[in-house]
């Protein structure tokens, strides 16, 4: 009897609505024209926020949607949080001006209004440059910097770089391999008369 109350209590809540909906993403990448490659000079422009580890988590799995649709945006990226300004960070309010931190960082969030660009920079840094000319209001005018955001990807190393991933190093051994393989078979075939 017990089951059979539960059974009906469910199915008056699917009825009327009462079950929860599935969370969705509240990071989601602006248009195609807007988010040509993370890797590209203009970045890749999006709605929400990033400030730690699942926000950092959502922006890549929303990029990777998005290059489901729009080849451009190859490859699939995987994001690590590894720090961000704070309000006082000394371009809060700007639209542009210099970054520097302690740790190397792969990727750059710049932040203002309800928006954000990604941008993968070009070799891994701990300075540059940064701006909000992405970012603009509806008259065109670039928002000021609410803040920035560094990530790195699967098996970056922030202390010094990247750090080769284990499929890299099984490729590197097995080449150096078959060097050393060539070079026995070689002294093997040489022979000298005398």
């Not at 929860?20 to 990448?29: E, K, L, N, R």
């Not at 955001?149 to 080449?175: I, K, N, Q, R, Y």
Request: glycine share 10%; net charge positive.
């Amino acid at each position: 009897m017990k089951i059979s109350k539960l059974l009906t209590a469910a199915a008056v809540a699917v009825a009327f609505g009462a079950v929860p909906a599935m969370a969705t993403s509240a990071i989601t990448v602006v248009s195609a024209a807007q988010c040509i490659n993370v890797a590209h000079a203009n970045g890749c422009k999006f709605d929400g926020n990033v400030g730690n580890q699942a926000h950092a988590v959502e922006t890549a799995a929303a990029y990777n949607v998005f290059n489901n649709t729009n080849p451009s945006a190859a490859p699939d990226i995987t994001l690590n949080f590894l720090g961000q300004t704070n309000g006082s960070f000394v371009g809060n309010g700007l639209t542009s001006g210099t970054w520097a931190t302690s740790f190397f960082v792969e990727f750059l969030v710049v932040k203002a209004s309800n928006e954000f660009v990604l941008y993968k920079l070009a070799t891994p840094a701990n300075s540059g440059t940064w701006n909000t000319f992405n970012i603009t209001n509806k008259k065109g005018v670039p928002h000021g910097l609410s803040h920035l955001a560094f990530l790195g990807s699967d098996g970056f190393d922030p202390d010094g770089g990247a750090v080769p991933e284990p499929a890299s190093w099984a490729l590197l051994l097995t080449g150096f391999g078959m060097v050393g393989f060539a070079a026995r078979r070689r002294r093997g075939a040489i022979s000298v008369s005398a």
